[in-house]
């Protein structure tokens, strides 16, 4: 039980142009899911928390405007990536709330390429 | 601000070898702690969970212990496998009301020579 999926899992884009990448719950409701980056060597960084049905919490520094969030359901989050530059290239990992133990699951992470 | 270090930032030895890796926070206040494993390029594998109130976690061959009023945990892997070579990352989830998030440390380098 358990499973964070994300989709795509790779995906190249051209600079300007938008990406969305899907976080789902696959097998529990989760009321909370986040969004975090990884640059190359480096540990994860959260962007945001997202809550079901509300708007996102954006971490400082983070441009709400161009990392939009969506969690229209307890089992989807979206993050799309606007008008994408190669500073945007990344590993874009979410995780989502688990029940009872305050425990994230983790997805496999999408890897974004911007030329 | 939480803070969460690891150290060492990376650890080669060789097979079967029991080894240690450590990793501290400043801020005492959390709700419990996560040792996860993530291969290159890949996500994160959870390996155990400590609530605050435990002091210690085993599965399998790893044994993970917590120390919440110095601030410290440890991930202990015994008779160590080439297959354990990843980056063990440590995080704290703080526990005031709406800290849900987890800090992450920068990980340990993990390499174990046949």
């Known amino acids: 039980g358990a499973v964070v999926s994300q989709h795509p899992s790779w995906v190249i884009c051209k600079s300007g142009t938008s990406v969305k990448i899907e976080c789902r719950s696959l097998d529990f409701q989760a009321t909370t899911m986040f969004w975090y980056r990884q640059f190359p060597k480096q540990s994860l960084m959260l962007m945001a928390t997202s809550n079901e049905g509300s708007k996102a919490t954006y971490e400082q520094g983070v441009e709400k405007d161009k990392f939009l969030i969506n969690h229209a359901s307890l089992t989807l989050s979206t993050l799309t990536v606007t008008s994408a530059h190669p500073e945007d290239s990344s590993f874009y990992i979410c995780?989502?709330?688990?029940?009872?133990?305050?425990?994230?699951?983790f997805g496999p992470g999408t890897r974004l390429t911007v030329t | 601000k939480q803070e969460v270090t690891q150290i060492p930032a990376a650890l080669s030895v060789p097979e079967g070898e029991n080894l240690v890796l450590n990793c501290s926070f400043t801020?005492?206040?959390?709700?419990?702690l996560q040792w996860f494993r993530q291969d290159p390029g890949k996500g994160l594998t959870s390996l155990l969970l400590i609530q605050s109130s435990q002091r210690e976690q085993t599965s399998g061959r790893l044994n993970a212990s917590l120390d919440k009023s110095s601030g410290r945990s440890t991930l202990y892997i015994a008779a160590s496998q080439p297959g354990d070579s990843a980056t063990y990352l440590c995080?704290?989830?703080?526990?005031?009301?709406?800290?849900?998030?987890?800090?992450f440390g920068k990980g340990t380098k993990l390499s174990v020579i046949p």
């Open positions: 801020d005492s206040a959390i709700y419990n």
């Open positions: 995080a704290v989830r703080g526990s005031g009301a709406g800290s849900y998030q987890l800090t």
């Open positions: 995780s989502a709330d688990g029940q009872g133990q305050y425990e994230q699951y």
